[in-house]
């Protein structure tokens, strides 16, 4: 009994770091500050103005409910514990709920490791195929559908921008929009090479083969942000998209392909039903990736921090997938290392993402 009485202290302590760390008296002001924009009559009058205000209010007003819930369940299994007296099944009943709170403590508690303006954000997520031809494209493929599932995993939502599929097989190319809490936070640690070594289900000689795909991840910024894109160094070409469609894609004449030719930075987007409205979407990504290149350089500078590589290549991975001899998904940064090579492929990458960020922090 004492000892669950000290595992209580001990998370309402943690509990009580969350509330000074999130601001949780702050947040109840403005969640009613919101509440009360959004009562408003004109309040839809600007959709996207609107948009963005309840988005907030309904993450401000969770986080709040969340805290005062975790509190008060902690609360309830104390005075369930003095009440118990010995009773096995009471005693029982608290344990499992500590289990829970504890769990919940844990996914709040990642949000320290974020300092960063945007990580609280959404994110904007691409898949290139390296070198290597359909063995690369279709380690792209196998790549965009683990971001994909782990998306579904933390129940974020998901737009897809393009989706370039070969001919033959596998994706040249895929770029989406996460939307979540901590979505660009999260998947930051995600961007650089991937390298999967694997025995080619393309080659009549069952060989080994070795395959590289990039990720960049750039956050979703607001037309208050200026970057600065001069007309004059884009390269734009249209095109009718590619592939199966379906989930996909909407296949259609006006895809467009951006190229900004002093940084090499190509973004495509075909899945609006206009050629003007894939030109913007496509300039609102580009945006966002010249952005994201400029905030590395900085932090590069002051902190001699690697950002996004910039070959496809051996040298520059961040983590290796063997599936052949032996089963091993390891992260060359924290040095990490999993034999549940399928459960990762499954977008079970919570563990590579949080032993990244932590050793970021730490540094």
Same mark, same amino acid.
């Given at each position: ?84 007296? /010995? @009773? #096995?099944?009471? =005693?029982?009943?608290? %344990?499992? !709920? *500590? ?122 910024? /607001? @037309? #208050?942000?200026? =970057?600065?894109?001069? %007309?004059? !160094? *884009? ?129």
């Amino acid at each position: 009994m004492s000892d669950l009485n000290d595992r209580i202290s001990t998370l309402e302590g943690r509990l009580a770091e969350l509330e000074e760390f999130f601001g949780l008296e702050a947040m109840r002001v403005e969640a009613e500050k919101l509440g009360g924009a959004m009562s408003k009559p004109d309040f839809w009058d600007d959709p996207d103005s609107a948009k963005e205000t309840s988005g907030r209010f309904s993450r401000v007003e969770g986080r709040v409910r969340l805290l005062d819930d975790l509190r008060s369940r902690l609360a309830d299994s104390r005075e369930i514990l003095e009440l118990a007296e /010995g @009773d #096995a099944e009471l =005693v029982h009943e608290v %344990e499992v !709920e *500590l289990g829970r709170v504890a769990t919940a403590l844990d996914e709040q508690e990642i949000a320290r490791l974020f300092s960063g303006e945007y990580d609280a954000g959404d994110a904007i997520l691409t898949v290139n195929s390296g070198a290597g031809g359909v063995e690369a494209q279709d380690w792209a493929e196998m790549l965009s559908r683990m971001y994909r599932r782990w998306v579904e995993r933390h129940d974020f939502g998901l737009e897809v921008i393009e989706y370039t599929e070969d001919a033959e097989a596998g994706i040249k190319s895929a770029t989406f929009t996460v939307k979540g809490e901590f979505a660009f936070g999260l998947l930051s640690a995600e961007r650089g090479v991937h390298r999967l070594v694997r025995i080619s289900p393309f080659d009549s000689s069952s060989r080994r083969h070795t395959s590289f795909a990039s990720v960049a991840v750039a956050p979703v910024i /607001g @037309d #208050a942000v200026e =970057v600065e894109i001069d %007309e004059k !160094e *884009l390269k734009i070409d249209t095109y009718r998209a590619s592939g199966a469609g379906g989930q996909h894609v909407n296949k259609t004449d006006s895809a467009v392909r951006i190229t900004h030719l002093p940084s090499g930075i190509v973004v495509q987007c075909q899945n609006e039903r206009s050629q003007h409205q894939n030109r913007e979407v496509a300039m609102k990504v580009l945006r966002a990736r010249l952005f994201e290149r400029e905030r590395e350089k900085r932090e590069e500078e002051i902190a001699a921090q690697s950002g996004v590589k910039s070959d496809i290549g051996f040298g520059s991975q961040i983590r290796s997938y063997v599936l052949h001899p032996y089963q091993m998904v390891k992260d060359l940064r924290s040095s990490l290392e999993t034999s549940g090579v399928e459960a990762v492929l499954d977008g079970d990458l919570d563990d590579f993402i949080y032993a990244y960020l932590k050793l970021k922090t730490d540094e």
